[in-house]
C-alpha cells in the first residue's frame, strides 16, 4: 500500500500546473486536462531500501518541455516573419484618417509585439515551473511527504528517457488515454506508438548462430566473483581490467591507430547487454467498441520485432531471470481503465539486446 500512494503522489507531483487565473486563461475540467498527452510521464518508482534511507528510480518522458519549447519557437519565428511582412507592404496600407505612416507602422508592431510576448511569457512560466520539478527547489516537498511512510532519508534518481517506446509504462499510459475516446481506432492508436521503434539492422542468422565459449572467462580466473576479493591484491581497477581484457584492447588499439587516445570505457560500454530494441507488443482487450452497448469483449494485438532473449534462445548462452520468473531482457506494464460501457485493459512489452 505504502508503494501503491507514492507512486500516486509522484504521478500528482509531475502533472502540477499553474493556476488558470494566474496564466489569464479560460478553466479547463480535470478530465479534459487528463486527456492532454503534452506532460510529464513517470513510471512507477524502483524502490531500493538500506538501513539508513530508500532510493527511488524513476523514469521520466518530458512530453511537456518539448512541447513548450516547440512553441515558443513558432512563436518567435511567426512574429519576424509579421514584422518583415509589415516592412515589405506599401505604406498606403498603413496611412489611415491622414496621420503619419511612420506613427501607424509603429502602432503595428507595438500591438504585434504585445500579444507575442504575452504568448511568450506564459509559455516561459510554464517551463520555469517544468524545470523546477527536477531541482531540489521542489523536490524537497515530495521527498518530505514519502518520509512520513518510511520514516527515513529519501532520495531520488531520476532518468530522463528521450522516446516513449523505451518504457512500458509510457506508451501503455498513451494508448489507454486514447482509448477513452469511443470514437478512437484502435488500431491506428497502436500503430502510431509501434512505428516508432526503430529497430537495429542486423543479419539474423549470424545473430541467432551459436557462439562458441571462450576459455579466457572471468569465471576460470577467479574463485570467487565479489569486487573486493578480485582487489585484494590487485588494488588499482584499471590495471585489473586491462589485464582481463588484454586482447579485446590491443585488437581495439590497432583498428584505431588514428585516434589519440584510448578510451577503456568504450569496450565496458559495448560489453553491457540489452542496449538495443529487441522489439515490442502492445494488446488492448475489454469494451472497445464504438456503440454504447455491452458488446462481447475485443481483442486487438500488434507487434515489431521479437521477444525472445537471443543469448539464451538461440545462442546457447545462459541467462538469470529476476525473482525467478521476471526475464531480464523484458520489460512489461499493464494500465487497466474503464468507459461508459464497461472496463478494459493495455499491456505492453519492449524486449532489448546487445
Not at 531520476?158 to 506508451?171: A, G, L, M, W
Not at 509501434?194 to 529497430?199: D, E, F, G, M
Amino acid at each position: 500500500m505504502y508503494d501503491i500512494n507514492i507512486n500516486f503522489l509522484i504521478k500528482k507531483f509531475f502533472n502540477l500546473q499553474f493556476n488558470y487565473k494566474f496564466l489569464f486563461k479560460k478553466y479547463k475540467p480535470y478530465r479534459l486536462r487528463s486527456f492532454s498527452l503534452n506532460k510529464i510521464y513517470a513510471s512507477k518508482a524502483e524502490i531500493k531500501h538500506t538501513n539508513n534511507k530508500a532510493i527511488l528510480t524513476v523514469y521520466v518522458y518530458n512530453r511537456e518541455k518539448i512541447s513548450l519549447l516547440k512553441k515558443i519557437k513558432i512563436l518567435k519565428k511567426g512574429f519576424y516573419n509579421k514584422v518583415k511582412l509589415l516592412i515589405y507592404k506599401n505604406k498606403e496600407i498603413f496611412f489611415y484618417n491622414g496621420e503619419d505612416t511612420n506613427l501607424i507602422y509603429n502602432k503595428a508592431i507595438k500591438a504585434l509585439l504585445y500579444k507575442n510576448l504575452k504568448l511568450i511569457r506564459k509559455y516561459k512560466l510554464r517551463l520555469s515551473l517544468n524545470k523546477y520539478k527536477f531541482e531540489e527547489k521542489l523536490l524537497y516537498k515530495l521527498k518530505n511527504f514519502i518520509i512520513k511512510y518510511y520514516n527515513k532519508k529519501v532520495e531520488f534518481n531520476i532518468v530522463n528517457i528521450r522516446s516513449v517506446v523505451f518504457h512500458t509504462d509510457f506508451f501503455t499510459k498513451i494508448l489507454t488515454s486514447k482509448l477513452l475516446n469511443r470514437k478512437a481506432n484502435i488500431l491506428a492508436a497502436m500503430d502510431t506508438i509501434i512505428n516508432k521503434v526503430v529497430l537495429p539492422k542486423v543479419n539474423r542468422i549470424v545473430e541467432k548462430s551459436l557462439e562458441k565459449k571462450s576459455l579466457n572467462l572471468l569465471e576460470n580466473k577467479y574463485k570467487y566473483l565479489n569486487l573486493s576479493f578480485i582487489l585484494n591484491k590487485n588494488k588499482n581497477l584499471s590495471k585489473v581490467l586491462n589485464k582481463l581484457y588484454h586482447n579485446i584492447i590491443m585488437d581495439y588499439y590497432n583498428n584505431n591507430l588514428n585516434k589519440d587516445f584510448f578510451r577503456i570505457y568504450e569496450i565496458i560500454f559495448n560489453s553491457i547487454n540489452y542496449k538495443n530494441i529487441g522489439g515490442i507488443r502492445l494488446e488492448a482487450k475489454g469494451r472497445l467498441t464504438k456503440r454504447y452497448r455491452a458488446d462481447r469483449a475485443i481483442f486487438k494485438v500488434r507487434w515489431k520485432g521479437g521477444l525472445k532473449n537471443i543469448d539464451s534462445s538461440y545462442k546457447g548462452l545462459s541467462s538469470v531471470n529476476y525473482r525467478g520468473y521476471a526475464k531480464p531482457n523484458l520489460d512489461y506494464s499493464i494500465l487497466t481503465s474503464k468507459r461508459r460501457i464497461g472496463a478494459f485493459a493495455v499491456k505492453g512489452w519492449v524486449s532489448g539486446k546487445k
